[in-house]
Nanobody, 127 residues
Framework: QVQLQESGPGLVNPSQTVSLTCTVSGGSITTNYYYWNWIRQPPGKGLEWMGAIATDGSIFYSPSLKSRTSLSRDTSKNRFTLQLRSLTAEDTAKYYC???????????????????WGQGTQVTVSS
């Protein structure tokens, strides 16, 4: 059974950069064809898609975040990473990684759109 686990620093100062990692167990990020996504949920708001890496290594970014976001993966460690730069308080959210069979780049996201989710990691931007 595939499981995802996010990790990150928790508290970050404004203007800094945060790196979050999603470690995948029970399956490989390079087999079959899936999209490995980063999704966040600010307090009191809905889910926001941030970007994804496909099984073949193709990378997709949300247009609204593309200038501040970088995605990468380490296939030897079966994990993928989100880097978000120039943080502000508006980036405070719970960040999730999730696996999906289809690429969904916007609109109203539902948890059912993805078949495996991590538990999420809280990122708070504050001085």
């Amino acid at each position: 059974q595939v499981q995802l686990q996010e990790s990150g620093p928790g508290l970050v100062n404004p203007s800094q950069t945060v790196s979050l990692t999603c470690t995948v167990s029970g399956g490989s990020i390079t087999t079959n064809y899936y999209y490995w996504n980063w999704i966040r949920q600010p307090p009191g708001k809905g889910l926001e898609w941030m970007g994804a890496i496909a099984t073949d290594g193709s990378i997709f970014y949300s247009p609204s975040l593309k200038s501040r976001t970088s995605l990468s993966r380490d296939t030897s460690k079966n994990r993928f990473t989100l880097q978000l730069r120039s943080l502000t308080a508006e980036d405070t959210a719970k960040y999730y990684c999730a696996r999906g069979e289809h690429l969904i780049t916007g609109g109203i996201l539902n948890r059912d759109d993805y078949d495996v989710w991590g538990q999420g990691t809280q990122v708070t931007v504050s001085s």
